[in-house]
């Protein structure tokens, strides 16, 4: 934690999510209508940006920005060579940018670039950019002084997107990376120092591991409460983990799932679900010792088996969760829908229980 106080990083929330992907226009109307966003904003050579071109879709307080080379060089090219589609920005909103980007520089951020300000019509934006694992990287955005739809430079747009099911998405819960071996420690001392992120939990490699793959992380948080970056490595298993697949296709460190609010999971769930999203399934074995593990719930277990969705608890509450499948062919990016009943919890419980229901699955086979 940097021991001088800096209002600009005290206040930083989330504000958007930039995906470089390899063809923005279809992966728009991909988030449109499978997931429930609708579209606000564009920017492309139509608005007078040279060599690439950028849809920004939101719902409620959820905005992607979904970008896309027109040609073979250059940065988003090179990175979706390198990366495929995946999430290049997490993006943090500040009351001051310029304040933010000098604390964290000082507090030993990589800057990418200076505190810049952009204006129109409707007002002005200052940003600036620091670099973070891998290829990621943090806008900061002060945007108090703007009145416009997105950022300048952009165009309203607001094609027919018929969504075939409200989904409700509200906000993001927390944002997740995978860094190599032995390399968390270092990133959570770099959210410590340049960011005044503190420590919300730590899980090492037995609370999150099965007979074969394990894994560690810690949760990171800003002095806000609003930003969580939980920090996955790979641990020592017998088999290659889902952190080892992820490095391996996604080519490093990068963001491996983006955790979603919602208000109401079984019917965000039955909303995805109609609109063709695919979820993970979850072995029927894991509802009949859930009343134990949690104790008493206010959903109706029978809807949560028939969904998939999956309960943690902490001292504080309990908490409802499902996980999509990647968002790309690549073994990498996938979102969490997450409620939250009071519960702090990142599904830790839910690591071990899952296992021990597939155990049975495979028991059932003879296949253990
Ligand atoms: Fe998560």
Request: proline residues 4%; glycine residues 10%.
């Amino acid at each position: 934690m940097t021991s001088r106080r800096s209002p600009g990083l005290e206040t930083l929330e989330f504000d958007h999510l930039e995906l470089w992907v390899g063809n923005a226009k279809q992966a728009a109307h991909y988030y449109c209508t499978a997931f429930g966003f609708e579209p606000l904003a564009y920017a492309g050579p139509e608005t007078g940006v040279r060599g690439r071109a950028s849809y920004v879709v939101r719902q409620n307080d959820l905005t992607l920005v979904l970008t896309s080379a027109l040609g073979a060089d250059g940065p988003v090219a090179e990175h979706v060579l390198r990366h495929g589609d995946g999430v290049r920005d997490v993006a943090l909103r500040t009351t001051d940018a310029r304040e933010a980007y000098g604390a964290a520089v000082a507090g030993g951020a990589r800057g990418l670039l200076e505190p810049t300000v952009s204006e129109d019509a409707d007002g002005t934006v200052v940003v600036a950019q620091i670099g973070t694992y891998g290829d990621t990287v943090h806008t900061i955005v002060e945007r108090s002084a703007y009145r416009g739809r997105w950022l300048p430079g952009f165009q309203p747009w607001s094609a027919v997107m018929p969504t075939a099911q409200r989904v409700g998405l509200q906000r993001i819960d927390h944002c997740v990376g995978n860094v190599g071996w032995g390399e968390m420690e270092r990133w959570c001392d770099y959210y410590a120092k340049a960011l005044g992120f503190s420590q919300l939990v730590s899980f090492d490699d037995k609370d999150i591991s099965t007979e074969y793959t394990a894994l560690r992380s810690k949760v990171m948080q800003s002095a806000s409460g609003k930003v969580k970056m939980p920090i996955n490595e790979p641990a020592e298993g017998l088999k290659r983990s889902q952190i080892e697949e992820y490095l391996d296709f996604y080519g490093g460190a990068g963001i491996q799932h983006v955790a979603i609010a919602t208000d109401d999971i079984a019917a965000t769930v039955r909303a995805l679900r109609a609109n063709g999203v695919e979820l993970l399934e979850t072995p029927g074995t894991y509802y009949d010792t859930l009343g134990e593990r949690v104790g008493a719930i206010e959903e109706d277990v029978a809807v949560l088996r028939e969904l998939s969705i999956l309960v943690d608890k902490d001292d504080l509450g309990y908490m409802l969760q499902i996980f999509t499948k990647p968002l790309q062919d690549r073994p990498t990016l996938f979102f969490e829908i997450i409620q939250r009943r009071g519960s702090l919890s990142f599904g830790k419980g839910n690591f071990k229980a899952l296992f021990v229901s597939i155990e049975q699955e495979q028991a059932k086979r003879g296949n253990l």
